[in-house]
């Protein structure tokens, strides 16, 4: 009798602890949605830009080309990024995507500045003639209110 009771006992405070780490989980996120102040039901919306890289033409990040000198060009140009650190996380994050070459350059960045820094650091390595930039500059969050 008393194996049974024991037993009992622990399979509740398993459940019990799980209910506990559950709810603290939930007061986390729901405390860090409001530091950033951020809504978890609101989701970002990229279907547009989806909808664009869906198309054979365009080149996205599952087609960099695995050769060598292709891997080695897009390394040296995240080289170049990632050691300016002027630049905003979302520049440091912009898709270098290399084929036979060819750089193409995709993804938002805070300002025109910043577009023009990345822009620059992969002309520097794969030559000007070599690079294509599909950089967006991001909308401020600001922009459209007043």
Do not use: W
Not at 31 to 52: E, F, I, L, W, Y
Not at 67 to 73: G, I, V
Not at 83 to 103: F, P, R, W
Not at 123 to 145: F, L, M, P, Q, Y
């Amino acid at each position: 009798m008393s194996k049974i009771f024991l037993r009992a006992a622990l399979a509740g405070t398993l459940v019990l602890s799980g209910l506990g780490v559950a709810s603290a989980q939930t007061r986390q996120s729901s405390n860090a949605n409001a530091q950033t102040g951020t809504n978890a039901n609101h989701q970002p919306d990229n279907s547009g830009v989806n909808r664009r890289d869906r198309s054979a033409q365009e080149p996205t990040a599952d087609q960099q080309k695995e050769n060598t000198s292709d891997r080695e060009l897009a390394q040296k140009i995240r080289r170049a990024v990632m050691e300016d650190k002027s630049l905003s996380t979302y520049a440091h994050n912009v898709k270098i995507i290399t084929q036979n070459g060819m750089v193409t350059l995709k993804g938002p960045v805070n300002s025109r500045d910043e577009k023009d820094k990345v822009e620059m650091k992969a002309a520097e390595v794969a030559g000007k003639d070599h690079v294509t930039s599909e950089i967006e500059i991001a909308k401020s969050k600001n922009e459209g209110r007043q």
